[in-house]
């Protein structure tokens, strides 16, 4: 224990803990990416590698934009938050009303010239688009902008009604009706933004109360054709509930209850060590979306209890570090962004890992850095890569990096230095105690005091010689 204190001691431990963590989960997931993707791929285009060199091409995008958001300092970071969220309510808005017109008027497909939308993808000329994977980084920087400005005034609840309440309800409500899931982790992020600014518990009430009649609702319209719900269908938003509360027998079990039946016999077949790598059998379309959002569910079949455990280790340490560089900063925009980007990842993975061993209903939502999925994958990396730049901002690695400064080629090719901290103005420390006031110091007496205004004049005595003599 006393080695381990001392290594996170070191002034970079936050740094290298965030990479070297973050590094084998994406390689961890490219593997299973292939593993999971690589018999259906073959069996039906006769190229068993064609999803791992898609996910890699993003996975090169994702760490370019690692390295870039690594150079920006916060300030960037604070004048980026708006552009971006506008953008993200852009393209949700974009996508809503295509998908709400294309089934108003009957058509297979909602496009329009070189736009088409898909549930919760936007094909912009060819390129797909999650925009609500952008509200997610969008809402971190925004949001961690105007409540460091708005600082101690956060105890009145005008100060939190205007003008956040207001965004994030209309990010709820757009990224909700598609994506419920995705709005649940959006909760989340909002709630950790709030507890590392301070805010009172009562917000905290209100708004959980909040974010459950706005789930009600969202499950109720389902109904009416929300998400991927069809008009006068089994809402299969309420029916994924009410198999989570009472789970009917496995020989009963329909459509709503098969992805959950797979999942629980690809874990009950891995065992404690699993049957191998690429040996996994539930992945011959057997088990659905076993690259997506059951691709926890393919990791227990194939490296078991034990690759499991390793796997949530990672994001252990993930989340630690996150919340060690937001304890750290001294920037307050620079630890609610770095509380904020915690939550949102640590919130995703409780999601995804428990609605596959069956803790929690399922939501669809995908796994960090190991589920198939591009736009996820480079948002998340960038992410990663803003708190590598707190984490460089921490002040003693600040100092410790200006102390004994790299390379400039390093410098250019990676990451300049941070800036150093300010420093504090210490007190003055109290004067000294003084001896006895010599007695040609003291102060006369009222007899022997000179009038005030009066000046004395020295009487020169002697010569001119005698006086420099």
Known sequence: MAALRGLLDRPMASYYLLISSAGLLLLIGLTMVFSATSVKDYAEDGNATASVVKQATFAVIGVVAFWACQRLPATTYRALGRPLLFTSIGLLLVLNLLVAWARLAGRDS????????????????????????????????????????????LGWWRELATPLFPVVGLLFVLVGFNDLGTMICLLALVVGLLWAAGVRLRVFGALSVAGLVGVGLLIAVASLGAGSGERGAENYRLARLTNFLNPPAPAECGDPCWQIYQGRLAIEHGGWFGVGLGKGSLKWNWLPEAHNDFIFAIIAEELGVVGCAVILSLFAVLAYTGLRIARRVDDPFRRLAAAAVTTWLVSQVVINVGGVVGLIPITGLPLPFISDGGSALVVTLAAVGMLASFARAEPDAARALHARPPARWVRLLWAPLPPLPGRRRRTAPPPAARGPVPRARQ????????????????????TASERRR
């Open 110 to 153: 909602a496009a329009i010239g070189p736009i088409e939308a898909n549930l919760n993808w936007l094909f912009i000329g060819g390129i797909q688009v999650q925009p609500s994977e952008l509200a997610k980084f969008a809402l971190v920087l925004w949001g961690a902008h105007v409540i460091a400005r708005k600082g101690v005034a």
């Open 443 to 462: 102060r006369r007496s009222d007899e022997e005091a000179a009038p005030r205004g009066a000046r004395q004049t020295r009487a020169r005595s002697g």
